[in-house]
């Protein structure tokens, strides 16, 4: 995560505190100091950070922060609020036009990925909205952007318009968006040119395009891995453009990450989305509160959520639920679950979505191999039916079988067995109703002070929840 070292830092700045039953005025200062270095350090605008430093004091000691029964929490809590606001407040809507297709620019320099966001943002919007896209080819000076966009197309099976790199791009937009009415396509993806700085003619070209084609949203590229640099791109763009949002691109990159929360305060405009990898899907939208909680090591249950209820099939996931509750749950189920939850993306990216997880021992180092899933697959696709519906016939003689069939030591198959009827047994007394084990080992994540942390992401995330749910009854009545 691009946000790495700064929530190491901000985690430890707070944890500082976290572990006082009371704080002083001066642990209080001495608190603020070291955010305001990690945030500094981190490639924050300095103005920016001076402005978030005095926000925080101001609110910790003109609240009584000092004198409250849980002092920290009350300062994690102004910490979380405040790194909330600093990156927009509340998630920014996507702006579809009233009268179809939507049409979309996508801006900024060359190498920030503007092309793969594009395919990238086509994908999330026919998913989510249901929306049908039509890419246009609109960066002339560089044919291989063409090329790209035109295999995206088809790996996305979405149609790419071109008119080659002889014509005004101008041109290419306003045919671009025609055909899309022609041919009953909701949504308009213009990919245009980049350059490798901002200049007078790139300006110019874009503003022309954005006449022609009167965008509904005018979304900027930016890659994190450019650093402060970030930011003044996105200045020097928005005053020409007056863009609507920026999407952040490589932000699972060895990153600072500091110039994403710069951009809201110095443009004014929003982060709508992210980009976290090289996959189609690998795209999410942008949520302040819920990066404000990873950052600061408090987790994010309800991405975690979204992505169970996006990746997993609920039949399956009821089927599995009453195997287990039966304690029925075979190798075969094994493999299904292990499929679903590599749905979800990386397994050390949905641990560290959990509170308090991020400060169990050796967490920061944990690196899973999505070759070990292969292993582990080829293990027990190298059992019998019989073995896989029925683990206790599993002799040594047929573990050695299973070892020699799936080129794997005999040692990792019986490491494999041992863990899943570990893993089993565990399932088993969660599901009837035996949660002490569950609970202990959730009291002992990264002790008192990280302990306070998860203990108030789930208290916000339970706030979260009601929100929602008085929102959905809004809209009923």
Do not use: C
Not at 70 to 82: D, G, L, W
Not at 146 to 157: E, K, R
Not at 269 to 285: A, N, Q, S, V, Y
Request: overall charge positive; hydrophobic content about 40%.
């Amino acid at each position: 995560m691009a946000f790495e070292g700064l929530s190491d830092r901000l985690q430890s700045a707070i944890g500082s505190v976290s572990r006082k039953g009371k704080i002083t005025e001066a642990d209080l200062k001495q608190m603020m100091r070291e955010v305001r270095l990690a945030l500094l350090e981190a490639d924050v605008n300095f103005k920016v950070v001076k402005e978030f430093v005095r926000k925080v004091n101001e609110r910790a000691l003109g609240s009584n922060v000092l004198e409250a029964l849980s002092p920290a929490q009350q300062v994690v809590k102004i910490v979380n609020e405040e790194l909330t606001e600093l990156m927009g407040g509340e998630q920014a809507p996507f702006n579809f036009s009233t009268k179809p297709p939507t049409v979309v620019m996508m801006v900024g320099l060359q190498g920030a990925g503007k092309t793969t966001t594009a395919g990238k943002l086509a994908s999330f919007l026919h998913k989510h909205e249901k929306k049908r896209p039509l890419l246009v080819a609109a960066d002339v000076y560089r044919p291989a952007a063409i090329d790209q966009l035109q295999t995206l197309g088809q790996q996305l099976n979405y149609p790419v318009f071109s008119l080659g790199t002889d014509v005004d791009p101008v041109e290419i937009a306003r045919q671009g968006i025609e055909k899309a009415r022609i041919d009953g396509r909701d949504l308009v993806i213009i990919d245009t040119a980049g350059r490798l700085h901002v200049d007078d003619t790139l300006m110019t070209e874009l503003q022309n395009i954005k006449a022609v084609a009167n965008p509904s949203e005018i979304l900027l590229v930016v890659d994190a891995m450019t650093g402060q640099d970030a930011v003044n791109v996105a200045q020097s763009f928005n005053d020409r453009l007056d863009i609507t949002g920026v999407i952040i691109t490589k932000l699972d990159g060895d990153t600072r990450g500091g110039a994403a929360l710069s951009i809201r305060s110095i443009t004014g405009k929003p982060i709508k989305f992210t980009g976290r990898g090289e996959k189609l899907t690998d795209f999410e939208i942008f949520y302040p509160e819920r990066m404000a909680s990873r950052i600061l090591g408090m987790g994010d249950m309800m991405t975690l959520i979204e992505k169970a209820q996006q990746d997993f099939d609920e039949a399956k996931a009821a089927e599995i639920a009453d195997k287990i509750k039966a304690n029925t749950f075979d190798f075969n189920d094994f493999i299904d679950q292990l499929d679903q939850v590599n749905k979800m993306g990386p397994l050390e990216d949905i641990l560290k979505m959990i509170p308090g997880m991020n400060k169990m021992a050796g967490m920061d180092q944990l690196k899973i191999d999505p070759k070990d899933t292969a292993r582990m697959k080829a293990i027990v696709l190298s059992m019998t039916p019989a073995e896989r519906e029925n683990p206790d016939i599993l002799s040594q003689n047929r573990r050695k079988r299973i070892a020699a069939g799936s080129s794997r030591p005999l040692a990792e198959v019986n490491r494999l067995i041992k863990q899943f009827n570990e893993s089993k047994k565990m399932m088993n007394q969660m599901s009837n109703g035996n949660m002490k084990g569950l609970e202990g080992m959730m009291g002992g994540m990264g002790g008192g002070g990280q302990n306070k942390l998860s203990q108030i992401a789930m208290q916000q995330y339970a706030r979260r929840q009601k929100k929602n749910k008085m929102k959905k009854l809004k809209k009923k009545k």
